[in-house]
Nanobody
Framework: QVQLVESGGGLVQAGGSLRLACAAS????????MGWFRQAPGKEREFVAG????????YLQDSVKGRFTISRDNGRNTVYLQMNSLKPEDTAVYYC????????????????????WGQGTQVTVSS
């Protein structure tokens, strides 16, 4: 089993930036794809971004393309989500998750393809 701890959330004005980090322990981090999801009040959790186990491939939800970047540092067992040009609609609890398959070739946007989740970090964007 893997433990994930997110950090970096907070309150920011529209147009501002935040960098989320997710530190992993307990599993061979570098063998698994990683994802970021978010859940806004009253809405279902949705996929935001994913990155391949090697870091060579990324996949972002259309609404965040050009504004968010996902990256990872396998030496530090950490995945990051750089969020720029934030909008009020980005307000949500952000979760990181570990892919369920080792060395998997595809970056999934489906929750059931991830089997370990962090506790979440709140991001609030004021207008």
């Amino acid at each position: 089993q893997v433990q994930l701890v997110e950090s970096g959330g907070g309150l920011v004005q529209a147009g501002g930036s935040l960098r989320l980090a997710c530190a992993a322990s307990g599993r061979s981090f570098s063998r698994y794809n990683m994802g970021w999801f978010r859940q806004a009040p009253g809405k279902e959790r949705e996929f935001v971004a994913g990155i391949s186990w090697s870091g060579g491939g990324t996949y972002l939800q259309d609404s965040v393309k050009g504004r968010f970047t996902i990256s990872r540092d396998n030496g530090r067992n950490t995945v990051y989500l750089q969020m720029n040009s934030l909008k009020p609609e980005d307000t949500a609890v952000y979760y990181c998750a570990v892919g369920s398959k080792k060395y998997y070739f595809a970056i999934s946007n489906r929750e059931n393809e991830y089997d370990s989740w962090g506790q979440g970090t709140q991001v609030t964007v004021s207008s």
